[in-house]
Structure formats: structure tokens, C-alpha cells
């Protein structure tokens, strides 16, 4: 009961944020040292830091409320992150570029850059954001892959900026669903199933024993 008061909760505050917008937050308010980007979790390598925006809000609106990744919000730690990363992206992206960058920059450890767990490509200035930092990086840091997963059409120019992009979208539906449907894709349109989704224990496999969203377009992923 307290799962499902919660879930309403949440959706109930995205449909707000889609009804009355994004308000522009200065992050060092909200966050001590605002760092943009995120460790992972379990099942992917420490040298993935990822960037993310509120789901449902930046990638469809109210018609991907059931969204997997909305239960990442239960955590409040996770909304006010979310919230502040998507305010930055979309009312300050030179702020939130230097903020990106820096991070990069002073990571030891960092190897791959993934551009959403949560969230898509909702605007142009925001997709030209991208293309700059992925320029940038091919400098300062030219070992780090930068990948993303999108269902707009502007996964041709990602590309080109060097950022391998996951298509999301197909005619038949999304690249994620139960076991039958991501076999059927598979057999398809080719590409590889994630194995991190197939298995309890996905520990350390995302970066590591597994690299295909780093360099494939196509990619399907079991949902538990």
C-alpha cells in the first residue's frame, strides 16, 4: 500500500512539473558541491559516470508515465538530483557544460560517459550541449566513450559528434520488454540483448564484461 501511495505520489508530481514547467534553480542552493554527474550502480563498471534528467518530463510527457525508470524517483535524494540537473539543461546548458566538463576532467577513474539513465534528447540547444562536450572531451580526455540512448531524431547528429547512440524507438514499440518480445526484436533487427538484464546478479558487467551500448546501435533490454 505505502509502495503504491507512492508511486501515485510521484507521478502525480511529474504531471505537475509537465503542467507548470521546470523553475530555474541555482544548484549550489540545493547541493553542497553540485556535481552533475553520477557514479552507477551494482551492475556497472566504476568508471561509468552518468548524467540524468527527470524521466517522463524531458522524454514523452504524461504517455511515459509507466516509464521503468520513474521508480529511480522514490528516492528523494534522486528527485532533487534529477530536478536540478533537468533545471540546468533547460536554462543554463553553458553553466551545466562547465559543470560536465569539470567533472570529466578530474575523474581518475572515468572511462565511459553515459548520457542518461533517465531522460532524452528534449530540445536542440540541448542536443548541441552534447555535441560540444563530446568535441571537448575527445580532448582532454580522448580514452573516454560517451553513449546515450534516444527515441528522437536526433540520434543521426549525435553520431557524428562521436557519441554512440542505442536506438530506443521502433515501430513495434520500445528496445526494452519481456523475455518473447526483446527475442523477437533481436531475431529482427539483429544487435545484441544486454546481459546485465538477464541475469539476478549483474554485478560489474555494464563497462566491463559487456561493452555493446558503448559501441552498438542496437541493443534490447529485458524488464524484471
Not at 544548484?27 to 561509468?48: E, H, Q, R, T
Request: charged share 25%; hydrophobic share 35%.
Amino acid at each position: 500500500m505505502k509502495q503504491a501511495k507512492l508511486k501515485t505520489n510521484i507521478n502525480n508530481w511529474l504531471s505537475n512539473i509537465i503542467e507548470n514547467g521546470v523553475d530555474n534553480v541555482n544548484p549550489d542552493k540545493v547541493f553542497i558541491n553540485y556535481k552533475p554527474l553520477d557514479a552507477g550502480n551494482v551492475k556497472l563498471d566504476k568508471g561509468i559516470l552518468s548524467f540524468n534528467l527527470l524521466p517522463v518530463v524531458t522524454c514523452g510527457g504524461k504517455q511515459c508515465v509507466n516509464c521503468y525508470d520513474v521508480k529511480s524517483l522514490r528516492r528523494t535524494s534522486v528527485r532533487e538530483k534529477r530536478y536540478v540537473n533537468t533545471s540546468m539543461a533547460m536554462h543554463n546548458t553553458e553553466r551545466l557544460k562547465e559543470r560536465i566538463l569539470k567533472q570529466v576532467q578530474n575523474s581518475k577513474t572515468i572511462k565511459f560517459l553515459r548520457i542518461h539513465v533517465g531522460g532524452d534528447m528534449f530540445s536542440k540547444e540541448y542536443v548541441n550541449m552534447w555535441k560540444e562536450i563530446a568535441k571537448e572531451v575527445a580532448v582532454i580526455k580522448p580514452h573516454v566513450k560517451i553513449y546515450t540512448y534516444t527515441k528522437t531524431g536526433y540520434g543521426k547528429e549525435l553520431t557524428k559528434a562521436g557519441i554512440n547512440v542505442v536506438r530506443s524507438l521502433y515501430p513495434e514499440g520500445y528496445n526494452y520488454g519481456d523475455m518473447e518480445y526483446i527475442v523477437d526484436m533481436k531475431k529482427k533487427y539483429g544487435g545484441s540483448i544486454c546481459p546485465a538484464t538477464l541475469h539476478k546478479s549483474g554485478a560489474q558487467i555494464c563497462g566491463t564484461k559487456c561493452q555493446k551500448c558503448m559501441l552498438n546501435e542496437v541493443v534490447f533490454f529485458k524488464i524484471h
